[in-house]
């Protein structure tokens, strides 16, 4: 049907998205690739079309990495986040919401899936630190996504670098993080005194976050307990 639709209108973004969809569901992904290639030219030349721009560059995104073409995929999703998230801030918007959330705050975890999208996020974080690096919360945003990625000792640097932006002072958030990193790597003292450092945060500031970041809170206290204390239950805080 898309074929037939194409003789007739070749022109169409919506339908060589449509022939790409088909072709990907159907286990022909560079064929697949090539419909949505075709799209994205045809969209970019129009800037009326740029939603369609920006889906069709996701969806080729997402066909090119099923063909485990990685370094092509990654480009495809650079060019996407150039129009969807031309600055820090948007970047570090989507990095906390739906998907990408889950996967920071760790409820998401050894599906195959989470390996693109744990890209696409440290992706997301980076290109927020380049826009705007004298914001600790582009940092922030990039060393939870780094630690999710067990890159545990650039997760320490990078909250290095969110510390130096706050006067010395991590985030509460972070505190939590950096916790876990280093003892991941086997450092228990510094662990246990950056989360001694967020306990102490605890009782003085954690019931004055709204509800809904107080959940986040929770799990990412509980996590870290399980982490520094394995043969314990809870810490009694």
């Known amino acids: 049907v898309a074929d037939e639709g194409l003789a007739e209108h070749a022109d169409s973004v919506e339908l060589w998205q449509a022939k790409g969809v088909i072709l990907e569901k159907i286990g022909r992904p560079d064929e697949a690739d090539r419909a949505f290639t075709e799209a994205v030219n045809l969209a970019g030349a129009n800037t009326c079309l740029l939603a369609g721009y920006q889906n069709v560059l996701a969806k080729r995104a997402d066909s090119i990495w099923g063909t485990r073409r990685v370094a092509d995929s990654r480009t495809a999703f650079l060019k996407?986040?150039?129009l969807a998230c031309p600055t820090a801030l948007s970047c570090r918007d989507a990095g906390f919401q739906g998907k990408y959330h889950a996967l920071l705050d760790g409820s998401r975890r050894h599906a195959l899936e989470d390996v693109w999208d744990l890209d696409r996020l440290l992706m997301l974080a980076e290109r927020a630190v380049r826009l705007d690096p004298a914001d600790w919360r582009n940092f922030q945003l990039l060393g939870m996504a780094q630690y999710r990625d067990q890159q545990f000792a650039a997760a320490l640097e990078t909250f290095q670098s969110e510390a130096r932006l706050r006067g010395g002072n991590l985030s509460a958030r972070s505190r939590f993080f950096v916790a876990m990193a280093h003892q991941q790597l086997h450092e228990a003292e510094p662990a246990r005194d950056c989360f001694e450092k967020a306990r102490r945060w605890w009782e003085t500031s954690f019931n004055r976050l709204p509800p809904s970041h107080q959940a986040d809170f929770v799990a990412l206290k509980v996590e870290a307990e399980?982490?520094?204390?394995?043969?314990?239950?809870?810490?009694?805080?």
């Open 80 to 82: 996407l986040l150039e």
């Open 226 to 237: 399980r982490l520094l204390w394995p043969d314990q239950d809870k810490t009694g805080w």
